[in-house]
């Protein structure tokens, strides 16, 4: 019986010429077909296979880019409208900040006036008082004096007319009665 090693070592012979025909140029019409078959049904499994899911996932991720790119240009006018809306509400805000300033001016310089108005009709108030009060105290002063002056003279005269002088006594007593006033 052969060993393993003899079955394992044989050799095919090959005849010379077999290949001595076949040049780059000259095809095997019968391995063109075979190549061309083989071809078609990988062609077909790979369609039912392996490009229908492929093409399916690149036409989702197509329109997955596509939707992106869609919520990204709103996302940006978005944004862009909320800007516009933003600077429309600091301008409006500024706006109004200004109004209210305006206002609080004025407002103040009212107050202000009225104040002073006020302050002048009291200050005015005082002033015609005081003028009162000072014409109140001259006449009540004259009054006084007039009545003092009043006593006097009548003190004078019953002194001169008790004492029945002469006009040189007279006019000493008279000197001496006006100095002590």
């Known amino acids: 019986m052969a060993s393993a090693a003899d079955t394992t070592h044989e050799t095919i012979e090959v ?15 019968q391995m063109v077909a075979w190549t061309w078959v083989t071809f078609a049904i990988v062609a077909f499994v790979l369609y039912k296979i392996a490009w229908k899911p492929i093409l399916a996932a690149l036409d989702a991720r197509e329109e997955r880019i596509r939707s992106s790119l869609d919520d990204a240009r709103r996302a940006r006018e978005e944004i862009e409208n909320i800007e516009e809306t933003c600077n429309a509400l600091k301008l409006e805000a500024a706006n109004e900040s200004k109004e209210i300033v305006a206002k609080a001016r004025a407002a103040a310089t009212e107050a202000a006036s009225h104040v002073e108005a006020r302050a002048s009709e009291k200050i005015a108030i005082m002033y015609e008082n005081a003028e009162r009060d000072i014409d109140a105290m001259t006449n009540k002063v004259v009054a006084d004096m007039r009545k003092d002056q009043a006593d006097i003279i009548v ?17 000493s007593l008279t000197d001496k009665l006006l100095q002590e006033l």
Do not use: E, F, Y
């Not at 005849?15 to 019409?29: C, E, I, R, S």
């Not at 004492?163 to 006019?171: A, E, I, K, M, V």
């Open 15 to 29: 005849p010379a010429n077999a290949h001595a025909d076949k040049g780059p140029l000259n095809v095997d019409p």
């Open 155 to 171: 003190n004078l005269a019953s002194q001169l007319v008790a004492s029945n002088l002469d006009t040189d006594s007279n006019r």
